[in-house]
C-alpha cells in the first residue's frame, strides 16, 4: 500500500474511464467471491449496487452467514469489525477508513472500563455501534431493532448499564421501567434534529406521520407517531395506511422508502443547523463507488481486530444473536 493511501483512509487511484463502475464492481465481486453489504444510511447508488441492504442487525446476521471469502462493508468501521468478529477467517474490507461513528467515540475504552469497575454488580448491555474494545468488556450487544427485546430477557432484579447511546438509554428505561444506568453517549445525526423545524412541516402537512429513530432525542421521541430502528421504519412506511411521512433519522433511508412506496411522500426531518446536512452522517457518506472499486481492485483498507479482543467482544454479540 503506498503512503498516500495510508494518510487519506481510502485508495486513491484514478480508475480507467472505459471502465463501467457498476459493473466494474459486479465484476470484481463475482472474480473475488466477494459479497457487498451496505447499510441504510449508504447513497442510494451504492444501496443499488450491494448484494445485501439493511440495518445493524441484518448485516450482522448477514456477515456471519456468509459464504463469501471477502466481505466488504459500505457502512461504518464499527459494522466492518463486527463482521470481522463473527468472520475472522474472511477478509473483511471498508473503502474508507476514515468512516467512523460519533456515538462509538463517545466511548472511549479506558473510561468505560473504570466505569464498569465502580458498578461490579451490573450487568453490561451496548448497543453495536462501539468499538471492538468496548464489545470486549460487555455482557450482550444490541441494536436498536432488537434492544427492548434483550433488555427483557435480562431478569428484573438485575442492574444493567446500557451504554453508549444516552437517547436509546433513556427510551428504554421509559418503556421498561428498568432504571438503567445510562452512559452519556449520542449521535450527531440523531442529536441535531430540530423539534421547532418539525413542527413546522407538521403544520404544512397536517396529515404527516412523524417517524423517528429511537437515537432522536426525547421532545422528538414524545411527537412522534411512531419509534423504531431503520428496518422498523422502513417496514411501517410500507405497512402504515398514511402517505406522508416526515421522517427523523438518517436520509439515506428515504432511498428505500420511496423504492417501496412511489405513492408516498416522505419529508426528512430538518436539522438545527440549516447550513448544514446535518441529517447525512458525515461517516456513512464518506464511502462512494469509486472507493469501493479500488477497495474490491486493491484489497486495502482492511478491518483487523487483535485476537485476544477478538474472542472476547465474540460473545456479546453472539449472545445477541442467540436472544433476538
Ligand atoms: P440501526 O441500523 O440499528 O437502525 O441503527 C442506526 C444507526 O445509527 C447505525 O449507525
Ligand atoms: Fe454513528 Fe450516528 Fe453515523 Fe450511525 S448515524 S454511524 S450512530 S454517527
Known sequence: ????????????????????????????????????????YQDADIQDIADFVGDSLDLSRRAADTEAEIIVFAGVHFMAETAKIL????????????????????????????????HPDHMVVTYVNTSAAIKALSDVCCTSTNALQIIQHIPENQKIIFAPDRNLGNYLNSLTGRNMLVWDGACHVHEEFSLE?????????????????????????????????????LNFSITDKTRTYIVATESGILHQ????????????????????????????????????????????????????????????????LEWS
Request: aromatic share 6%; net charge positive.
Open 1 to 40: 500500500m503506498k503512503d498516500s493511501w495510508v494518510k487519506k483512509g481510502f485508495v486513491d487511484e484514478p480508475i480507467d474511464g472505459n471502465i463501467d463502475l457498476v459493473e466494474g464492481i459486479r465484476q470484481l465481486v463475482k472474480e473475488k467471491n466477494a459479497v457487498i453489504l451496505a447499510h441504510y
Open 87 to 118: 468472520s475472522p477467517g474472511k477478509k473483511v474490507l471498508i473503502p474508507d477508513q476514515m468512516a467512523g461513528c460519533s456515538l462509538a467515540d463517545s466511548c472511549p475504552p479506558d473510561e468505560f472500563a473504570s466505569f464498569r469497575k465502580k
Open 197 to 233: 423545524k418539525i413542527l413546522l412541516l407538521k403544520n404544512d402537512y397536517p396529515e404527516a406521520k412523524i417517524i423517528a429513530h429511537p437515537e432522536c432525542q426525547g421532545p422528538i421521541r414524545v411527537v412522534a407517531d411512531f419509534i423504531g430502528s431503520t428496518s422498523a421504519l
Open 257 to 320: 422508502m420511496k423504492k417501496a412506496n412511489p405513492d408516498k411522500l416522505f419529508i426528512p426531518a430538518p436539522p438545527k443547523d440549516s447550513t448544514c446536512a446535518c441529517n447525512d452522517c458525515k461517516f456513512m457518506k464518506l464511502n462512494n463507488l469509486k472507493k469501493i472499486y479500488n477497495t474490491l481492485k486493491y484489497e486495502w483498507p482492511e478491518v483487523t481486530v487483535p485476537e485476544d479482543i477478538r474472542v472476547l467482544a465474540e460473545v456479546p454479540i453472539r449472545r445477541m
